[in-house]
């Protein structure tokens, strides 16, 4: 496997073959590429919706109109499509859940240990939330990590991607009753295959020389 030719070819894609499906088992080998997507100290403040069928991506599709109903048909045409939510807040419920989990992995040598995790995400949140004030958007960039890790993964496996912010945010939020959830929607992820029309796939890739992003001090 060469990375930076991965890195260098995969693009995103803007016309899939609907005809094409990822096979059941590479699927759910990439869910289990973002289950272990890392956070800041592990605090996994996702959920993630998948559609997999037409009925389940007629239901994305209906935040696709207006302004970003050029977005449609990636979500109809796809094979798999995944609303990327971020929780709005971090509850103690969620974090007992993380305390518990780190528990039954084996990742405490006593009560101590346990103690000083429970205390460290306490004292990171009570910052973030209280001091930064912005809490749902740090919760947020760890989404985005998580994103760019299926986005490499996707390209490792030979899965087109593309990930598409532009979406209305209070019809999806309706639609799956998010903030009933306490979670607000933060990207889509189409996978699948390219079309043969895909425009995309045949443009060359663009980036800044490495001189206007990189400072060596």
Known sequence: MDLLKITQTRYATKAYD??????????ERLLEVLRFAP???????????????????QRIAKALIGTYAYNAPKVLD????????????????HLENLLNRDDLSGRFKDES???????????YIHYYRNEKGDIQR??????????????LAAGIEGVDATPI??????IITEELKLAEQGLIPSVLLTLGYRSENDFNAKLPKSRLPAEDIFTKL
């Open 18 to 27: 609907p005809s094409k499906k990822i096979p059941a088992a590479q699927f």
């Open 39 to 57: 956070s800041s100290i592990n605090i996994q403040p996702w959920h993630f919706f998948i559609a997999d069928h037409d009925a389940a991506k």
């Open 78 to 93: 796809s094979s798999h499509t995944i609303l990327f939510c971020t929780k709005a807040d971090i509850n103690e419920l």
């Open 113 to 123: 240990a346990k103690e000083g995790q429970k205390n460290t995400r306490a004292g």
């Open 138 to 151: 740090w919760a947020e960039n760890q989404t985005f990590i998580a994103l760019g890790q299926m986005l």
């Open 165 to 170: 912010g532009g979406f209305d945010e209070e």
